[in-house]
């Protein structure tokens, strides 16, 4: 199994560039989440989703858009970049039933 | 509203030292407690983790002390080592209504010196 799976490692934008964040996971997890993590303030949970075709907003959802059309993929969109999204994304996969959460290995995006 | 808090942010002990973090919650619903690893360039990997019926859970030489009534838990690195250096989180889960969610806290960066 791969786990969770992120694209691309790192991504440099220039600010009111979109662009999409993939994730994908092979262990038929039910729950997804997106996660960005700043200096000092931890891991903010961004979106997340239930199954497919359920997403709801986490702590701090302005600016991102997610979908989820599979159970293996959630990807995140970001539709007019901002440097105040200069961050690293992390991508979160969990079993309904099971209690560990598995983390991607992180996207770093800057935002000029 | 923070609903874990997490100290200290960053803590530096020497080889073989007893690193303690704490976390405190504010959620009475919370039932699950883990710990999270984060290595550099990494995403976080679970650690241990603990739920309210016991006040005390060991893996290898990571500990998870857990105060209910003061509702605290604390992590505990007996014989630390450099390779135990990283950033550590603590989370807290509701089991019931908010089931797929992890709340963090902050994170505590901690170094163990040669």
């Known amino acids: 199994n791969a786990g969770v799976t992120q694209t691309p490692k790192f991504q440099v934008l220039k600010t009111g560039q979109s662009m999409t964040l993939q994730c994908a996971q092979d262990?038929?997890?039910?729950?997804m989440s997106w996660y960005r993590q700043d200096p000092g303030m931890g891991l903010r949970l961004i979106h997340y989703?239930?199954?497919?075709?359920?997403?709801d907003q986490g702590e701090v959802p302005n600016g991102y858009n997610v979908s989820r059309s599979t159970t293996e993929d959630f990807p995140l969109r970001l539709l007019s970049a901002a440097p105040s999204q200069t961050s690293v994304y992390f991508c979160?996969?969990?079993?309904?039933?099971?209690?560990?959460?598995?983390f991607g290995p992180g996207t770093r995006l800057t935002v000029l | 509203q923070q609903q874990v808090k997490q100290s200290p942010q960053s803590l530096i002990v020497q080889k073989g030292g007893i690193p303690i973090i704490n976390c405190a919650y504010e959620?009475?619903?919370?039932?699950?407690f883990p710990w999270y690893q984060q290595f550099p360039g990494k995403g976080p990997a679970l650690l241990i983790a603990i739920r309210p019926d016991v006040s005390e859970k060991k893996e290898g030489r990571f500990t998870i002390s857990f105060n209910k009534s003061a509702k605290q838990f604390s992590l505990h690195i007996m014989d630390s080592q450099p390779g135990d250096s990283a950033t550590y989180f603590c989370?807290?889960?509701?089991?019931?209504?908010?089931?797929?969610?992890?709340?963090f806290g902050k994170g505590t960066l901690l170094t163990v010196n040669p």
């Open positions: 989703s239930v199954g497919a075709g359920i997403t």
């Open positions: 262990m038929n997890h039910e729950y």
């Open positions: 959620n009475t619903a919370f039932d699950y």
């Open positions: 989370a807290a889960r509701d089991s019931g209504g908010s089931n797929y969610k992890l709340t």
């Open positions: 979160a996969s969990r079993g309904a039933n099971g209690n560990e959460q598995f």
